[in-house]
């Protein structure tokens, strides 16, 4: 048996303990009547009280209860297999994840400001297919295209600087990376949104790269992830907890944003240019790509039919049927009256 809210289970937590609290309470004061009256005095200072009406009494409503809880956590029926159509557009994100991307000039850092931005671009999305590559040194599928916009958030969580096994930029590889891969998909349009910090040093030129890609009808927007102003690379902390930073020659490494060549790329492809530090960055993009063709896209979705129904008409019947039932012995008339 599965269940779609299961954060509702926690009330368990709570109401379990005070049934079991209960139940030892009516125990108790149901013992203690022996104690404090006789057999010949209870019955005049009392009404009878029976032990196993009461027991069932309570067991009914507890289980009412619990039930009632199962159906708010709302169990799974059988299985619903439908196919959905999807008009959108085909998006890679390309993001640098050199070590460089650890950099404190935009707070908290360069990458987690990346992160955060692409959460709420994804959040936008709606038919629009969504993919990703990193890249270094070298670059990797992270994700393929997808309409699967909780696993592609989940993706996001993982990506950290220094992750890919070769350091550098190499911006123009990750750009036709991404080419091969949105060329593979039919879609009526397509956009990549790089972004780095600017500093290319090795792999293929992002110009010859940027024309590739118009070639293919691909747009690129670009967002330099950095300031001009520049900042160290954070590498841990040393035994004291004071933060280290990188060297070079004894010398801490100060990594600026280069955003020329960015622009230069944006322009060639008749995409724009961004800031991470600009805070409709990502919100203009969106904008921007919402008056392109759309494509068709069908995915198939498996959802469940709500089954609670049934455990919530049990709880009810268990709940009224041991409120109503009475705790105390039932008056039989004496044969002899």
């Not at 009330?11 to 009516?26: E, H, K, Q």
């Not at 507890?62 to 159509?85: C, H, Q, T």
Request: a positive charge; glycine letters at 10%; one cysteine or more.
């Amino acid at each position: 048996m599965r269940f779609q809210d299961t954060d509702v289970f926690r009330l368990l937590l709570i109401v379990v303990p005070l049934l079991a609290y209960l139940g030892y309470r009516t125990l108790r004061v149901w013992r203690n009547l022996g104690i404090f009256f006789d057999r010949a005095t209870a019955p005049k200072m009392i009404r009878p009280v029976s032990g196993k009406m009461t027991a069932v009494k309570f067991g009914l409503t507890a289980v009412g209860v619990i039930l009632m809880i199962f159906a708010l956590a709302r169990p799974w029926g059988k299985p619903i297999k439908s196919e959905v159509d999807y008009r959108g557009i085909n998006i890679m994100a390309a993001v640098d994840v050199s070590s460089s991307m650890a950099a404190t000039d935009v707070k908290p850092s360069r990458m987690e400001a990346v992160k955060a931005g692409l959460k709420n671009f994804s959040d936008s999305l709606n038919g629009d297919r969504i993919g990703m590559i990193t890249f270094a040194g070298v670059d990797f599928v992270q994700c393929p295209l997808t309409l699967d916009y909780d696993a592609y958030d989940l993706i996001i969580d993982s990506i950290y600087p220094g992750m890919l096994a070769k350091d550098g930029t190499a911006i123009g590889n990750a750009i036709k990376s991404c080419i091969e891969r949105m060329t593979e998909k039919s879609g009526q349009s397509r956009v990549l949104i790089l972004i780095t910090d600017g500093e290319n040093n090795t792999g293929t030129p992002p110009v010859d790269a940027a024309r590739e890609a118009k070639d293919k009808g691909i747009r690129i927007y670009t967002i330099g992830a950095g300031t001009a102003r520049g900042g160290e690379i954070p590498e841990g902390q040393d035994m004291f907890g004071n933060r280290v930073y990188k060297t070079y020659k004894g010398e801490e490494v100060v990594t600026k944003l280069d955003d020329s060549e960015l622009k230069n790329i944006a322009s060639i492809t008749g995409g724009q240019y961004y800031s991470i530090t600009d805070q409709n960055a990502f919100v203009s993009i969106k904008n921007d790509i919402s008056g392109m063709q759309a494509g068709n896209t069908k995915k198939e979705e498996m959802t469940h039919e709500e089954n609670y129904a049934p455990w919530l008409l049990w709880g009810i019947i268990l709940f009224v049927l041991g409120q109503a039932m009475p705790g105390r012995k039932l008056k039989v008339k004496s044969q002899n009256q």
